[in-house]
């Protein structure tokens, strides 16, 4: 059984670029959720989904970020115009229907310039 | 904010004895996750705790869900150098499908 799949695992970009940040669930699983953890910090929820619905965005920035789960492909995390500060580990887990057990992904460390 | 305090942060000690970390909170959740976290590696999770005063071993590692719901602990006996990691534990608030993690300890267990 292959476990949560994020790409890529390491993102450089300068200052204004656009990062995207994809992650592919566990198979079953129809739930994804975004965390973000920034250096010596604890992973904070960033937003959740279900496949083409934004259930929970409470955690997300209100600019430059977005995040979709369409009803084909990988769910993405969009980061335009990246400033220094949005340099962090961000983390995909998933969970099966119904029970809050979430399983994460191995992450993408972005870098920004 | 519901927030989970995890105590200690860094706990240092010998092969072969016991610690216990702390999870608590002020508010009530409907679940309790403990992961292990290691250096460029995403959370992997150990346990998943649902009811008050819930029990679960794993091997050398005990954990414990408070009767309120409130705080958990994690008891690992006779550490062993493989113990070595950071250790988080997260919540599922009450009717909201996410997690809030705690600062997470880091855990250092000396030959």
């Known amino acids: 059984n292959a476990g949560v799949m994020q790409n890529p695992r390491h993102l450089v970009r300068r200052r204004g670029q656009e990062a995207r940040l994809r992650c592919s669930p566990m198979?079953?699983?129809?739930?994804v959720y975004w965390y973000r953890q920034l250096p010596e910090e604890g992973l904070k929820f960033m937003v959740y989904?279900?496949?083409?619905?934004?259930?929970?965005e409470s955690g997300m920035p209100k600019e430059r970020f977005s995040a979709e789960f369409p009803k084909e492909g990988p769910s993405i995390l969009r980061i335009q115009q990246v400033v220094r500060g949005d340099s962090a580990a961000y983390f995909c887990?998933?969970?099966?229907?119904?029970?809050?057990?979430?399983?994460f992904g191995a992450g993408t460390r972005l870098s920004v310039l | 904010t519901q927030l989970l305090e995890q105590s200690p942060q860094f706990l240092s000690i010998q092969e072969g004895e016991n610690l216990t970390v702390y999870c608590n909170s002020s508010s009530v959740f409907s679940s309790l996750q403990w992961y292990r976290q290691e250096p460029g590696e995403g959370p992997v999770l150990l346990v998943t705790?649902?009811?008050?005063?819930e029990v679960k071993k794993l091997k050398r590692l005990t954990f414990q869900f408070g009767d309120a719901r409130k705080d958990s602990s994690l008891h690992i006996t006779a550490a062993q150098p493989g113990d070595t990691g950071l250790y988080l534990c997260?919540?599922?608030?009450?009717?909201?499908?996410?997690?809030?993690f705690g600062q997470g300890t880091r855990l250092t267990i000396n030959p």
């Open positions: 887990a998933s969970s099966p229907p119904v029970k809050n057990i979430q399983y």
């Open positions: 198979k079953g699983h129809s739930h």
């Open positions: 989904l279900q496949k083409e619905n934004i259930i929970d």
């Open positions: 705790v649902v009811t008050g005063g």
């Open positions: 997260a919540g599922g608030p009450m009717g909201a499908q996410k997690l809030v």
